[in-house]
């Protein structure tokens, strides 16, 4: 049987920062750690969902979108100029461009061999990255267990891009309809104030729906020829989705 195993929130000091940052936590050693990817469009709950497995089975969520976001926040003089470039892209809800993405990621190699396992959110997202990630895991001598792909129609994608709220603290993901916050634009957990990320406006959803289209969608294709593909509707509360989730693994280790 596939268990959850209540753990506590995952500190992801070494995948925000990159270079030598070590997270302060010591990592778990988990007897069989999670190495899962999350597909689906944007909007469709994969970061809800990657905290609630990151809680349930203990692997680090690991989402280089938060990267961006972290390097933001670093006055301009301590951003590398990779970073630079990569936020203007992203703010116009462009994807960056592989190989920033890729430098980024091998730089941080050692978040996929924690003994904790990993659950990547937003990475890979093009075929390019999927094959580099493959050759990153194999140096790592690591596996992919799965590839959890959320489906969910367009127009519920949209509804629930436009009312997402993150904290600008903690990084909890919110929404005004479907999670809301207890007081309404602060943080349930640690009290700061939420924001919309710039690239959940209107004009950011439609680049950021068609470059979904043509670069990630192409990666299902390309996780179902290696049998590694596992389909979750996306529909219902976010507790429905990974109760769903953890079935769909279950039925896959069974
Ligand atoms: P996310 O939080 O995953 O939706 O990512 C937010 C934004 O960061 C995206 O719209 C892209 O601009 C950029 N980004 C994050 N991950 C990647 C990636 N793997 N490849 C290219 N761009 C990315």
Same mark, same amino acid.
């Given at each position: 049987m596939f268990k959850a195993i209540m753990q506590v929130k995952s500190d992801r000091t070494a995948w925000l920062k990159g +270079? !030598?940052? =070590?997270? $302060?936590? *010591? @990592? =778990? $050693? #988990?007897?069989?750690?999670? =190495?899962l990817v999350l597909l689906g469009a944007p909007g469709v709950g994969k970061g809800t969902q990657a905290e609630l497995l990151s809680e349930g089975l203990g692997a680090c969520h690991l989402s280089t979108g938060d990267i961006f976001r972290a390097a933001k926040t670093l !006055?301009?003089? !301590?951003?590398?100029?990779n970073m630079t470039n990569a936020l203007g892209y992203m703010s116009r809800g462009d994807l960056v461009p592989d190989e920033i993405v890729l430098g980024l990621v091998a730089e941080r190699s050692g978040c996929l061999r924690c003994r904790g396992g990993f659950l990547l959110d937003g990475f890979p997202r093009t075929v390019a990255q999927a094959e580099a990630l493959e050759e990153v895991l194999r140096k790592q001598k690591v596996a992919l267990e799965a590839v959890l792909s959320y489906d969910l129609p367009l127009e519920q994608v949209v509804a629930r891009l436009s009312g997402r709220r993150i904290c600008s603290v903690c990084k909890s993901v919110f929404h005004v309809s479907t999670r809301p916050p207890k007081m309404s634009g602060i943080c349930d957990h640690c009290g700061a104030a939420l924001y919309q990320r710039e690239d959940d406006r209107p004009e950011s959803i439609r680049v950021r729906m068609a470059a979904y289209e043509t670069s990630t969608s192409p990666l299902s294709e390309f996780y179902r020829s290696k +049998? #590694?593909?596992? @389909?979750? @509707? *996306?529909? +219902?509360?976010?507790?429905?989705i990974f109760e769903r989730s953890l079935k769909a693994l279950d039925g896959r280790a069974g």
């Open positions: +270079g !030598d940052a =070590r997270c $302060k936590m *010591a @990592s =778990r $050693k #988990l007897a069989h750690p999670h =190495r !006055d301009a003089c !301590d951003r590398t100029p +049998g #590694l593909l596992v @389909s979750v @509707s *996306a529909e +219902g509360t976010p507790e429905e």
